[in-house]
């Protein structure tokens, strides 16, 4: 997994609800995604019960390519 600067590394690992925000190339999506396999991988939370939202089919497009890419690379792929 891509490595994280360190408030993005808290987003990844914050234990709440949380928004991302941020400009333009600033790896939202590589947060969101890296958040995303957490909460499935090490917390076990279903996928099912995990809410992630963008604004525009494009990111949408790109997190679910993303987050499936990751998920598809996890060890005993019994998440996806």
């Given at each position: 997994?891509?490595?994280?600067?360190?408030?993005?590394?808290?987003?990844?690992?914050?234990?709440?609800?949380?928004?991302?925000?941020?400009?333009?190339?600033?790896?939202?999506?590589?947060?969101?995604?890296?958040?995303?396999?957490?909460?499935?991988?090490?917390?076990?939370?279903?996928?099912?019960?995990?809410?992630?939202?963008?604004?525009?089919?494009?990111?949408?497009?790109?997190?679910h390519e993303r987050i499936y890419r990751m998920l598809?690379?996890?060890?005993?792929?019994?998440?996806?």
């Amino acid at each position: 997994m891509k490595s994280f600067d360190p408030i993005q590394q808290g987003a990844v690992d914050a234990r709440r609800n949380t928004v991302v925000r941020a400009g333009a190339g600033a790896g939202k999506t590589s947060v969101l995604a890296g958040r995303y396999l957490r909460l499935v991988v090490e917390d076990r939370i279903p996928v099912r019960e995990i809410l992630t939202l963008t604004f525009t089919r494009k990111a949408a497009t790109e997190m679910h390519e993303r987050i499936y890419r990751m998920l598809s690379a996890v060890q005993g792929n019994e998440f996806v």
